[in-house]
């Protein structure tokens, strides 16, 4: 069973990270949050932490045995769909 484990980045990485998928064996969830951050305040971040927050539960805690369709797995919440 492993590990949950899941993938965030910001929506810059998304033509990187669907190259590098493939190579992993497997489909991450990914949760996207907006680009960039490093201009962000702290304020901006924890609103972006707090933004994503309910994805990142929902992958750590998905039921493995259910069926998750691929778009769903990958695209967070419909915030962070850019």
Avoid: C, K, Y
Avoid at 30 to 46: D, F, G, M
Avoid at 49 to 75: H, K, Q, Y
């Amino acid at each position: 069973m492993g590990l949950p484990g899941l993938l965030v980045a910001t929506t810059a990485f998304r033509e990187a990270a669907a190259f590098q998928i493939p190579s992993l064996g497997f489909e991450p969830m990914i949760v996207w949050v907006p680009h960039p951050v490093q201009n962000r305040s702290r304020s901006e971040l924890e609103q972006m932490a707090e933004d994503a927050l309910e994805a990142v539960l929902r992958g750590l805690t998905a039921d493995e045995s259910s069926p998750t369709p691929p778009s769903s797995r990958r695209s967070g919440t419909p915030a962070q769909r850019e």
